[in-house]
C-alpha cells in the first residue's frame, strides 16, 4: 500500500510538474482532473498529497473559501527544506511567504511562536546555509527583516532608486541632479550662434550697454515668453536613461521627485503647471557652479552666495551668535565686542 | 514699538541733534504721552531747556503734540517713525539726485534739515539762491549747524561725500567766486518734487498723533447731523466711512496732481537725447498719432524745461509749507528693490523696460499700502497697481535701447538663422533715424510689441514681477505690489539663511514654506537630502528660530513614542524677529561708531578744531592725516552697514 502510495505520489507530481507552473494554486478538483488517482479515490489522494507534503515536494496552502490548497516546490528546493529541522522549516516558510517585502524578526516570532533563542539560531542557520539573507528597510531602519536569498526587494523596502543599502545616496542624486540641470540649461537659452556673434557684439557695444566679451565665450540669450520648446518630464527622462549615468532606469515619477526637488533649489522652474522645465543658469554659470569643489569654498572662508548679500549676512552683529545677550555695559556688548575689528581688517584691508 | 527700535530712534536722534532731544525723546518713549509738567518731572530739565527742545522737536516733527478740549492740557507723545527717518535720509537725497539733479536734492536735504519750511524761508535760504555755490553751501552749513545746536556731523554716506566736496572747495575757495553762478530754479524745483510727491503741505494735523487725528475725526464725524439720524449697523458702518474721509481730509497734503501735467509729473529727466518721441504734453493725442505718427516731427523741439517755462513763472504760494513725504519715498525706494530683483535675474535691457514701467507706477502710487501693518501671509490680499499702456512705456524708454538682439527666437528649429541675424541689423537702421514718417509708425509698433515680449518675460515664473491685464484697446502692464513685497521678505530670509545654515537650509526652508507643515519623513522625501543632513539642518534652523516643531500626541499621556512631530516655517513670525535683530544689529553698529569715536576723542577733537577743520593738510602731520582717513573710512563703512541693515528694515516693515 505504503509503495502504490509513492508510486502515485510521484506520478501525481510529475504530471503535476507538468500542468502548473510554479507558483500555480491548486485545489483538490485540480488533482483529480490531472486522472493520475484511479477511480477518483479520495482516500488514496489524501494520502498522496500528504507524503508530498512531507517530502516537502508540495506547500500547503490555505485557499479561497478556506478550502485546502497547493503549490509545487521544484525537486531541488524540496532537497533544501527536507535537510532543514522542524522549527527551521517553519521559519523558512514564514520567510518565504512574505515574498519581497521581508519579514520582520518579531513578526516570524509571533506567527510561529518559537522561543526567541530558538528563532535566532534556526534564522542563524538560515542564513549560513544562503538560503535567507538580511535586508535593510528604509521605513523602519531598526528593525532586522529578512527574506529569502533569491529576492530582490522591493521598491517599499529599498526606498527606491535614490537609496544605496537603505541609506539616501545623496551624491547619486547630486550627479542626476547636475546632469538635469545642465541639459535642460542648455535647452532653455538661446546660444547665439557663432557667425551671428560679432554683429551682436557690435550693436551692443554700440549703445554701451553691454560689456565687450571674448570670443571664446558663448552668448547666451532668453527665449520669449511664448517659447515651447522647453523640455518636459518625458524628455528629460529619456535623457537621462540614455545617459548611462543611472545604473538602474529612473521611471518618470522619479525624475519627478528630482525635478521638483531642483525646483525648491530655484535652479529650474517649472512652467505650465510642470509640464515644461526651464532652467534658471545659462548653461556656462550651470558648469561654472558644479565644476566648483565645496571644500575650495570654505577654505576661502567666503561661501559663495547664490542670492547676493543683504544688511544683516554683512553685518559683523547679523552672523554674531551671541546677539541676544548683547547689550551696552555687559559682558557681551558693542564696546567690547571681538567681532568688529577683524571685520574692518577683512573689509578695510588695515 | 519694541525694545530696540526704542533704543534705536533714540540712537539716531542723539547722533542727530544731540542729548537734548534724546532725552526728551526717550522721556516721552518711556512714559508715552505726557502733558508738559509730568515731561518735566521725568526728564529733570529746566524749564527754558525744555521749552527750547519741545519747540525744534516739533519742528522735526519728532514730536506729536496734542491740545484736548476737553480738559485744556497739551499733550506731548514720541513720533518714532519721525525719528527713524532720520536714518533712511541719506538714501532719500541719492535717489532726488537720481531723478531730478544736483540742485533738487539739495532743496530736499534743506527741507529734510529743517523739519518743515515754508516757501518764503526757502527762498531766503542763500545757498538754494545759486545752482552752483558750493563755498556758500559748505559755510551756511556750518553756521546753521550752530544756530541750531547741533553738535555732531550729519551722519549719512552721501554727507561723508559732501563732506568731502567741502574740504575740496575749502582749499579753492577763493575761486569759486568766480565760477559763473546762475539763479537757481527753486520755484521749479520745487514744483518737480512736489509733482513726483515727495514733499506735501504741511496740515496741522500732522503735528499730531494718528490715534488722536483719529479720535478727532471719529468725534466730528459723529456730530454730523446726519450721522445723527442712523442708527445701528448702518451707523457704525457710515460712521467708519465719514471718519476716514475727514480723516484724509485733514492729514492729505498731497500736492502731486496739482502740478502734474497730463499725468507726467515735471522734470523728469528725459532719457532721450534727440528728442524723437511725443512730449509729455501729448500724451493724450497719442492714441491716434501713434497709428499714423506723422506727429513726431513737430513735438522735436520740445523739451520740458521750455515746455513749462510758462508754468514756471507763476511761482508757488508763498505761505505753503512743506515737508518731505516719506510714504511716497518708500514707494520709490520700493520700486527700486523690485528693479534689482529684475537686474539679478534678467538682462539690462528688460530691467530697464521694467524700471521704466515701474517709474510711470509710481507716479500714479501713492503709498506702499493701505493698512499700516503688513497683514499676515496668506491673508494678505493681492493689491495691484493702476495699468500702464504700452505706448506709454514705448514713449518713455529709451529709443537707442537695443531691444530686439537680446532674445531668442520663438521657433529656432523652423527658423533659419539668418534670419534672426538680420534682426537687430534691421532695427539698428530704423532706430538711428526717424525722418521717414511710416518708418517712425512701424517702428512705434514694433516697439510695442517688443515691449510687450520684455515684460511677458518678467511675467513669467519665476520672476512675476509684472502682470497684463487685456482690454480691447491694448496691453496693459500692471504689478502686484504685494505679492512682490512678499518675494522681496522671503528673499532677504533666505539670504540670511543660506549665510548662517548653507543651501541645504534653503531647500528645507523653500519645501517647508511650500507643502506646510511635515514630519521628517514626508520632508525628506520631498527634499532628498540624508537623514543625518536634514536633522542637523533642522536643529540648527530650530535653534536659530527660523523652524519649529509641533508635537501632536495620538494619546493623553503624550508619550514621544506615540506622537506625530511636525516641522513648519512661519514667515510672519520668522520675519518679526529678523526685523527686531535688525533693529538690535543697528543700534549695537550706532553704539559702536560712538564707541570708536571715544577711543580717539582727542585725536578727533583736534581735527574737528575750527582752525584745523577744512586745513588738515597744513595743521595735520602725516601720520595724522592717515589716521583721519582710517577713521573716516571705518565711520563710512560702519554707517554703510547701518544704511544696508536700513534697506533690510524698508523690506520687512514698509513695503
Known sequence: ?350 | MSQYAAELCALLIEDQFGELFARIFTTLQRYERLPLPRLKFYSRLTDRQLHHGLVAMIQHHLVYHFTSLEDGNTYYAANPQAAYYLVRSGKIIQLVESRLGEYAARVMETILYLGHAPITHLETLPDLRYLKSETTNGVVKDEEQEEQQVEEQEEEAQDFDQQAEEETNGTNGNHAEEVHQKPAPLHSTLKALASHGYILRVKDAHFQSPEDNYIEAHKAASNRSDIKLLKGKRLTEELLLKTEEILRERTDGDLSEAWMVNGMPRGVKRKFANGTSESASKWPQTDQNGANGNHADEDEENDWSEDEDGFDNIPMEPGLVLRVNYEKLDVALRNARFVEMAEHNALPATAEVYETLLRRIEYVTKRCRDTTEIPREGEEGEQFSLPIETYKIVNDVDPTLDLSSCMGPLHPASEPLNRRGKRPLENGVNGDHHDDEEDNADNEISRAYEINQHLQLLEQAPHNLASHVRLSDGIKWRVGFRGLARKLRHLELERLVEMRYGDVALRVLRVLHAKGKLDEKRLQEISLLPFKDLRQTLASMQTGGFVDLQEVPKDAQRQPSKTIFLWYFDPDRVCSSVLEDTYKAMSRTLQRIKFERNLRRDFLDKTERSDVKGNEEKWLSEGELEQLQRWRDMEAILLGVVSRLDDMVAVFRDF
Not at chain 1, 511567504?97 to 518579531?106: A, E, F, P, T
Not at chain 1, 510561529?112 to 538560515?126: A, F, G, M, P, Q
Not at chain 1, 517649472?270 to 558648469?287: H, I, M, R, T
Open chain 1, 1 to 350: 500500500m505504503a509503495s502504490r502510495v509513492t508510486e502515485v505520489a510521484s506520478r501525481l507530481y510529475d504530471a503535476c510538474l507538468e500542468r502548473f507552473e510554479a507558483d500555480h494554486l491548486f485545489y483538490q478538483q485540480d488533482l483529480l482532473a490531472l486522472d493520475v488517482i484511479p477511480k477518483g479515490e479520495i482516500d488514496l489522494l489524501l494520502k498522496c498529497a500528504q507524503s508530498l507534503v512531507d517530502q516537502k515536494l508540495f506547500r500547503l496552502h490555505q485557499g479561497a473559501n478556506n478550502r485546502l490548497a497547493w503549490k509545487i516546490i521544484s525537486r531541488d528546493d524540496a532537497e533544501k527544506l527536507q535537510n532543514l529541522s522542524p522549527d527551521e522549516s517553519l521559519v523558512y516558510n514564514v520567510i518565504h511567504s512574505s515574498g519581497r517585502s521581508g519579514v520582520w524578526v518579531r513578526t516570524i516570532q509571533s506567527r510561529t511562536n518559537l522561543h526567541k533563542s530558538i528563532l535566532d539560531r534556526c534564522v542563524k542557520s538560515l542564513e549560513s546555509k544562503n538560503y535567507i539573507k538580511s535586508i535593510h528597510n528604509v521605513k523602519y531602519p531598526t528593525r532586522k527583516m529578512y527574506m529569502l536569498a533569491g529576492l530582490a526587494p522591493s521598491e517599499d523596502i529599498t526606498g527606491g532608486a535614490w537609496f544605496t543599502d537603505g541609506v539616501l545616496d545623496a551624491n547619486f542624486i547630486n550627479s542626476v541632479a547636475g546632469y538635469i540641470e545642465f541639459k535642460v540649461s542648455l535647452r532653455s537659452w538661446y546660444e547665439v550662434p557663432a557667425a551671428d556673434r560679432g554683429r551682436g557684439k557690435r550693436i551692443k557695444t554700440a549703445t554701451g550697454m553691454a560689456e565687450v566679451k571674448s570670443e571664446s565665450e558663448k552668448t547666451y540669450l532668453p527665449y520669449p515668453a511664448n517659447y515651447s520648446g522647453y523640455p518636459t518630464v518625458e524628455t528629460i527622462t529619456s535623457e537621462v536613461n540614455q545617459s548611462g549615468i543611472t545604473p538602474v532606469r529612473l521611471p518618470e515619477e522619479r525624475v519627478i521627485e528630482l525635478l521638483k526637488m531642483l525646483c525648491f533649489d530655484k535652479k529650474l522652474v517649472a512652467l505650465n503647471n510642470g509640464g515644461n522645465y526651464k532652467s534658471l543658469k545659462k548653461p556656462d554659470e550651470v558648469k561654472a557652479s558644479q565644476s566648483r569643489k565645496p571644500a575650495a569654498e570654505e577654505s576661502a572662508g567666503s561661501p559663495i552666495l547664490g542670492l547676493g548679500k543683504n544688511g544683516m549676512t554683512e553685518s559683523p552683529c547679523g552672523s554674531c551668535p551671541n546677539i541676544r545677550l548683547c547689550s551696552p555695559g555687559a559682558a557681551i556688548s558693542p564696546e567690547t565686542c571681538e567681532y568688529f575689528d577683524p571685520w574692518y581688517e577683512k573689509v578695510l584691508g588695515f
